[in-house]
């Protein structure tokens, strides 16, 4: 049982390239987000969704964009890549809204 | 929307000694959390404690949800518990989960 799968977890890029961050989870969660993670802070929330071809934004969702195909995959994509955008990015994901979160490892991003 | 605060915000203890790490939220809430980011960033679940008390091994949780606090109590501490305790709730509406700004806890050999 893998959990919440992040790739890459490391990932350097130039400012205005794109990018797709991927996520899956293979628990059969109907519930996953995406955050991100500035030093010194806690995590904000980017995208989020509740299911199958459902997303909605979260508190910072300029510059990303989300899908969701199906119940296991949520890829983050950039598709200009700014130097503002450099943190780290975390994929949750949960049975539902109401229930723990489960969090991947993490994908440590850097736009130069 | 709902707001997070932590409390410490940083906390340093020497080893073996015993902490309260305190967590209030702005509004009602019917879930919260609190998760261990260790030194490598990897974020743990400790508890899902929406009210009441729950214990896993040195650590205990306490949510009184009519208060709008949560504490988390660390007793007897290693360096591995080293890093920072997040605790998060969903906001109003329920879609969106708040973090806080976390307590980062140095525990010294």
């Known amino acids: 049982n893998a959990g919440v799968t992040q790739t890459p977890k490391f990932q350097v890029l130039k400012t205005g390239q794109s990018m797709t961050l991927q996520c899956a989870q293979d628990?059969?969660?109907?519930?996953m987000s995406w955050y991100r993670q500035d030093p010194g802070m806690g995590l904000r929330l980017i995208h989020y969704?509740?299911?199958?071809?459902?997303?909605d934004q979260g508190e910072v969702p300029n510059g990303y964009n989300v899908s969701r195909s199906t119940t296991e995959d949520f890829p983050l994509r950039l598709l200009s890549a700014a130097p503002s955008q450099t943190s780290v990015y975390f994929c949750?994901?949960?049975?539902?809204?109401?229930?723990?979160?489960?969090f991947g490892d993490g994908t440590r991003l850097s736009i130069l | 929307g709902i707001q997070v605060e932590q409390s410490p915000p940083d906390l340093i203890l020497q080893e073996g000694a015993n902490s309260t790490l305190r967590c209030n939220f702005s509004d009602s809430v019917n879930n919260l959390q609190w998760f261990h980011q260790n030194p490598w960033g990897q974020l743990i679940n400790l508890f899902y404690i929406p009210s009441g008390t729950k214990q896993n091994g040195r650590l205990s949780a306490t949510t009184v949800a009519t208060e709008r606090y949560s504490l988390l109590y660390i007793s007897s501490s290693q360096t591995t518990d080293s890093g920072v305790y997040f605790c998060?709730?969903?906001?109003?509406?329920?879609?969106?989960?708040?973090f806080g700004a976390g307590t980062r806890l140095f525990v010294k050999a």
């Open positions: 998060a709730v969903p906001n109003t509406g329920g879609f969106k989960t708040i």
């Open positions: 628990m059969n969660h109907e519930y």
């Open positions: 969704s509740v299911g199958a071809g459902i997303t």
């Open positions: 949750a994901s949960s049975t539902d809204r109401y229930q723990p979160q489960h």
